[in-house]
């Protein structure tokens, strides 16, 4: 165990965290490491919708980059932010065990949703979901990491913004009682209705492909249950995308020996939608996604899709 494990990851305060959490647990596990914290193009860029910037690959990129060159060894991620496509020479080697995958709503004062409201966001699932549910309320772009938005929200008068639960619970933003930090002042209530991005909650960890001592290493701490919910979700999605972004939302568990999984798709505007759920024997997951999204895109699917790429590419 004489090499050092580089770990790469964005500078980000949540990023950080996440990368400590893995150096932590492999140093527990008697190995060397050393953080390299690099910045991304979509934490530089806060100007733009992320799908106005070719979302794919926009916060890991940069680490696939350094990777390739040699200058970390691994990277950890939120898995939600990489793509369904790993680099060539690339392999995932661990999904470490996952926490709450839910949506958030932060508000700064009791809201009355029959009312318009303004809510930011600068997800497209997230604004769909949104404007289907309450099509008389506006949605805003929102961008920056946890404490940026959060900052903004607070300067603005929007009425909520929505983020990831797992996120904030990790900077020690949020209990289970869904009470955001007095220093921000705000409240957080769970959005239980809207389903999450595919892999949402979850960590990933990637190394290169001939690195066999990184590989070994970081494969200690794979879940196995984390692993099979992310791969049928993300397999969800590649099917559907086909490169392009849209509003999908996936969620995958695993109860007694089956696999249950809830997908969507909506059109931008959120007023159409297109939904599945499904279980299969949890020996029959590895296709499972798949097959889910094909079903979509036979009823409908196909069509939205080809209607969202169109807007988007406006």
């Not at 690339?90 to 996952?98: E, H, K, M």
């Amino acid at each position: 165990m004489k090499k050092t494990i580089r770990i790469g990851t964005r500078d980000s305060e949540l990023a950080l965290w996440q990368a400590n959490t893995v150096k932590s647990k492999l140093e527990a596990l008697g190995y060397t490491t050393q953080l390299v914290p690099v910045k991304s193009e979509g934490d530089l860029v806060l100007d733009k919708p992320l799908y106005e910037m070719g979302i794919t690959g926009i916060f890991t990129k940069t680490l696939d980059v350094a990777m390739i060159k040699g200058t970390v060894d691994i990277a950890v991620h939120s898995m939600k932010d990489v793509p369904t496509q790993l680099p060539n020479g690339i392999v995932q080697t661990a999904v470490l065990a996952r926490a709450s995958s839910e949506d958030i709503l932060v508000t700064k004062n009791v809201i009355d949703f029959e009312k318009p409201c303004t809510i930011a966001t600068g997800s497209l699932r997230r604004q769909a979901q949104w404007l289907n549910r309450y099509p008389h309320h506006k949605v805003v772009d929102l961008r920056g990491n946890v404490n940026t938005r959060l900052q903004k929200l607070s300067d603005n008068d929007w009425q909520g913004a929505i983020f990831a639960k797992a996120g904030l619970q990790r900077l020690g933003y949020v209990s289970e009682a869904h009470i955001i930090s007095p220093s921000f002042g705000g409240v957080g209530e769970a959005l239980d209705w809207m389903l999450p991005a595919p892999a949402q909650g979850a960590m990933v960890i990637v190394a290169l492909e001939n690195d066999d001592f990184s590989k070994d290493a970081t494969s200690k701490l794979n879940d196995p249950a984390s692993e099979i919910c992310t791969h049928i979700e993300r397999e969800f999605l590649r099917t559907l995308e086909g490169g392009c972004t849209a509003p999908i939302g996936s969620f995958a568990e695993i109860i007694e020996d089956k696999v249950l999984l809830k997908g969507c798709l909506f059109s931008l505007d959120g007023k159409e939608k297109l939904e599945i759920e499904k279980a299969v024997d949890k020996t029959d997951y590895l296709h499972f996604g798949k097959e889910c999204a094909l079903q979509i895109l036979k009823n409908g699917g196909s069509e939205l899709m080809a209607q969202i790429k169109s807007q988007i590419n406006k």
